[in-house]
């Protein structure tokens, strides 16, 4: 079995590497193809990775490319991990909506937008190599915003499933809080990348008891303070929304927030030079505790697991990731992406029925969905007046004067990756 890592010289990489040499029979990787742009970075990943594989005995072969053709040559599965712009272009996604009085984000509102518009033409022409390469390779993609690029993937006609960390991140808390195995837990998680809610919390399978209520009795203010807001929000909720939902119930108390410190791409950018000195240590074999703090926990696991099901060797049959919706959210259209739970095998994945959803978390999601039609309008066409159309639907920011403001700003900070700019 190959697979291929576009983005492999991140410096998250080595959690990817850590969850496949130790979970190695649920996936046995025989070689391993780290493909990045970034010849010095993917250097100093590639060497640790091979570190990794060799303490934990693991019997497959990593290699290095800068050529992408090369990389996904033959491979059964690509996991798509990249950042157009770096942390630079991150920076910028954070900061300059903030002088329009709105959130500054990577992955929603205006940042949200700049990035899917740097990202989805680059992400189609990596998927076409792929198909040349291989029509039957599967494409995961955990590259932000998630919902978007997988939605162009699907309309473009790749074997693509959407992948966020999310989802396992509760389950590993909610496992810890009530002191199970963490397979033992299965979550009704309902709605779009980064804009999803925890209905409910069972035991023993998507039918088991659940046991949300008794969570959120017991420990709703360890939950509250994970997810940075007041205990009385999810109380009046009666369910466990994402940590991005932040920006929606809060957005002018977390606008203020902004403003006060420095980005999270500046804090990343700072850890990332820490640890690619780590990573040029040759002692290094195991993954540094400091990664532990550059985000995407438990991606690791999560991407064994579908990788896994998707190529027939296993795995999880029920999982959550992104797909089309096809019927699941009656009030979307079918080719709408969303992120559910999902049967997962070599197929692909097929949504689990949904229960019929309060208006209250109905009505955010197909507004966000419009936004996101008008998003991937945009990155795939280009044009002044449908980025200022997306940016205008987006209910983060729905005001004229704010969607003209933020369109001339993101064209000037994105001139570089936008030739149509």
């Not at 079995?1 to 410096?11: F, H, N, R």
């Not at 709105?102 to 992400?123: D, I, M, N, S, W």
């Not at 997306?390 to 003209?404: M, N």
């Amino acid at each position: 079995m190959k697979l291929a890592v576009v983005g492999g010289g991140s410096t998250y990489t080595p959690e990817l590497i850590d969850g496949f040499a130790r979970l190695r029979d649920t996936l046995p990787i025989e070689e391993l193809v780290l493909v990045d742009p970034a010849a010095d970075r993917l250097d100093l990943v590639g060497g640790l990775a091979r570190r990794i594989f060799a303490k934990q005995d693991h019997a497959g072969r990593i290699t290095t490319t800068t050529d992408i053709d090369a990389g996904v040559a033959d491979a059964d599965a690509v996991l798509l991990q990249l950042r157009v712009g770096g942390q630079a272009a991150r920076n910028q996604d954070e900061t300059w909506p903030l002088e329009c009085g709105c959130v500054g984000q990577e992955t929603t509102g205006a940042g949200g937008l700049a990035k899917a518009l740097r990202t989805v033409p680059v992400v189609l022409d990596i998927a076409e190599r792929v198909r040349r390469a291989n029509p039957d390779a599967w494409i995961i993609d955990f590259t932000n915003p998630v919902g978007i690029v997988t939605r162009a993937l699907l309309q473009a006609g790749h074997k693509a499933v959407g992948l966020c960390n999310v989802a396992i991140g509760f389950q590993r808390k909610f496992a810890r809080l009530l002191d199970v195995n963490p397979s033992e837990v299965h979550l009704d998680h309902v709605g779009l990348n980064h804009l999803t809610w925890e209905l409910g919390v069972r035991l023993g399978g998507p039918d088991g008891e659940n046991v949300l209520p008794k969570l959120l009795a017991e420990h709703g203010d360890a939950i509250a303070d994970d997810l940075r807001m007041d205990r009385q929000v999810v109380d009046r909720l009666g369910v466990v929304p994402s940590y991005y939902l932040r920006y929606f119930y809060s957005h002018d108390e977390v606008v203020r927030e902004l403003g006060t410190k420095p980005s999270r791409a500046a804090e990343v950018a700072a850890m990332e030079k820490e640890l690619l000195a780590m990573y040029g240590d040759p002692t290094l074999d195991e993954k540094p505790e400091l990664l532990a703090k550059r985000g995407g926990a438990f991606y690791s696991e999560a991407a064994v697991d579908l990788a896994a099901s998707l190529l027939g060797n296993g795995g999880s049959p029920v999982q959550v990731v992104n797909t089309y919706n096809n019927g699941t959210l009656p009030f979307l259209p079918d080719d709408a992406v969303i992120e559910v739970q999902a049967r997962v095998g070599h197929d692909g994945a097929t949504p689990l029925a949904v229960p019929a959803l309060d208006p209250l978390y109905a009505g955010l999601i197909a507004n966000v969905t419009a936004y996101e039609d008008l998003a991937l309008e945009a990155a795939l066409r280009g044009g002044r007046d449908r980025v200022f159309k997306a940016l205008l639907a987006h209910p983060l920011i729905g005001q004229y004067a704010y969607a003209e403001g933020l369109t001339d700003r993101l064209i000037a900070h994105n001139r570089e990756h936008l030739p149509w700019a």
